[in-house]
């Protein structure tokens, strides 16, 4: 392994290769406005269909549905790769303004949506079956089926397409006010003696330091901050909200649950299973908590000590190193997927290189017109660097096995679209702890998986509670800043299982945290939680049968696109995500972790 002041820069990504010369290439530009062109004639087309299908005009049918498919796939692809360029370079100004250009051709397709779901109500349910099962189409069934369903449940179309276009300048606007607003804020900052203004993301970033001091500095001063802006905060939290429960009342639906479930193909069983099995960590969550605050030598556990590190690492590993470990590690389970990571790695689909103008965190996106992907990343050496590498090319070979699907068999649900990410970093993550014999290295890593462990289980629920109990109240009318701080503080209280001290609240947290104000994705939080477990019971029969279980997790992850949660956990796994079982078995194997943790921290004092 390298020393930690001899680690080469990591290497940058190929985006030549997709349009060259970035967001001034001539090869994008053509790319976008014939995309501009489609849409306009996409609409147009959709006029001379039939209105009721028969034989004689489903071929035209299938062939609109198909051309919709490649102009998705391109506006997909337009879509990353300027999200790739603003990620490369933040002062990209042309790369911004591109981005809202983007943002037209997604209203405009939504457009189309409405048609397809109006076309789809229309049709008999005889009619309906010979064209979700003819050649073309049959993989796209359950994508298909969907839309009917849910355009069942709609307004009538002329409304929808209506709410559609005046979301663009008005419910979609709370957010993006919400991003200047987050992007805009600064405040002084106090390390090493030395005092620099700071954005709100960099403050929010040293809430992880070792230091006690720092990390409370990080919580005040992120409290002061969004303090100064919690009124207008509550403003869109509140207006985008009314849009929401407006929006679900004509369309009779009565529970704010409805779009987020629609859109996570989960059903309100799932979610309750999943949560219930949850609450059943508690003691051992506790146990966690006592014995890191022994470790801390703390009293009191507050809000800003959930992300303390504890345990001890020197060991820094080159750009290099962290690709070898990690195909080595995958190489052991599934060989198909080494090649391709050793592939993504070699034809620099990563960003990795740190250096001042690039955008903060990670993610990988899909160009599905080139049947690629880019992964962006700021990689340090740590070993935490090397789990969000693995992490992200677990995404990117999720994304590969689907390169060849039509668009609307090639999606995935937010609830399965972490399975093959966190299971990359469960690999590897094993593989380091199971490696060494030094006490610091195996305290990092079992803290690492614990500490991720209560995020999700205490964190992410509290999100959750937040969000129902705040939407059960908004439907009265306004809540006001001091109640949406109340409503955060309990629940709170109820996740995080009484371990938080009476004064280690965060009350703030509503204003703070970016995902409450993402219109096109509400409740943003039980994804998450779901995700993690169910790539736990997906690691968890992985481990039971060894190489064997490849072949299967690749059909897993293929069809991830092709069915509801509960269907594709029934077809690969066999199991019932209705039923607390399959939850209580992942808890379980995480928190099995807690034992060898508290006897660690007994040996360390």
Known sequence: MGSSDSIPKAPTWDLDSV?????????????????????????????????????????????YIEKIQDLSNRISQAHAFVECLVAADVSDAKARQIFGEIDVFNSEYEKIEVLLESFAKKQSDDEWEKLVTSDELKDC???????????????????????????????HAWNRLYGKMYGDLRSEFTENGKTETLSISQVANRM??????????????????????????????????????????????????TEPLLQSRTKKETLDAMWSAVAKAEPKIKQYIDAKKKLLGIDAYRWYDQFAPVGASDKKYTYD????????????????????????????WVEAEDRAG???????????????????????????SLSTMAHELGHAY??????????????????????????????????????????????????????????????????????????NERKSGLVSRERLDELMVEAQKEAFMGTLADDGYHPLFWASKLHFFLTDIPFYNYPYTF??????????????????????????????????????????????????????????????????????VEEAK
């Open 19 to 63: 349009f060259p010369g970035g967001s001034n290439s001539t090869e994008y530009a053509e790319f976008r406005k014939q995309i501009k062109n489609d849409l306009k004639a996409a609409v147009e087309d959709f006029k001379s269909l039939p209105e009721k299908l028969d034989d004689t005009g489903r071929p035209a049918v299938i062939a």
């Open 141 to 171: 069934r359950y994508y298909l089926d969907e839309t009917r369903r849910i355009a069942n449940m709609k307004m009538e179309p002329e409304f929808e397409a209506l709410a559609a276009e005046l979301a663009v300048n008005g419910y």
């Open 208 to 257: 992880t330091s070792p230091d006690r001091e720092i990390r409370k500095q990080s919580f005040e001063k992120l409290e002061a901050a969004w303090e100064t802006r919690a009124s207008e905060a509550s403003m869109a939290l509140n207006f985008q909200a009314g849009y929401r429960l407006s929006l679900y009342e004509r369309r009779k639906w009565d529970s704010p649950l």
């Open 321 to 348: 190193e962290a690709a070898d470990l990690i195909v080595g590690n995958i190489a052991a389970f599934n060989k198909d997927q080494a090649d391709f990571t050793r592939m993504a790695i070699d034809k620099r």
């Open 358 to 384: 690039k955008g903060g965190g990670a993610f990988c996106t899909p160009l599905r017109v080139s049947k690629q992907s880019r992964v962006m990343m700021t990689y340090s050496g740590t070993f935490d």
């Open 398 to 471: 999720h994304q590969w096995l689907r390169r060849d699907m039509p668009y609307f068999a090639g999606g995935s649900p937010m609830t399965l679209s972490e399975t093959a990410s966190i299971f990359n970093e469960f690999l590897v993550t094993d593989s380091e702890l199971n490696k060494t014999d030094d006490p610091q290295e195996k305290l990092m890593f079992l803290d690492m998986n614990l500490q991720n462990a209560a995020n999700l289980f205490c964190n992410l629920h509290a999100r959750f509670i937040f969000d129902s109990n705040f939407y």
């Open 531 to 600: 995700g993690y477990l169910f790539a736990g019971g997906v690691y968890n029969r992985a481990k039971e049968e060894g190489p064997s279980f490849a072949e299967n997790y690749i059909k897993l992850l293929s069809g991830t696109g092709r069915g509801s949660s509960e269907q594709i956990a029934k077809e690969h796994m066999g199991v019932d995500l209705t039923k607390e079982d399959f939850w209580l078995e992942s808890v379980n194997r995480i928190m099995a972790d807690v034992e060898p943790f508290v006897k660690l």
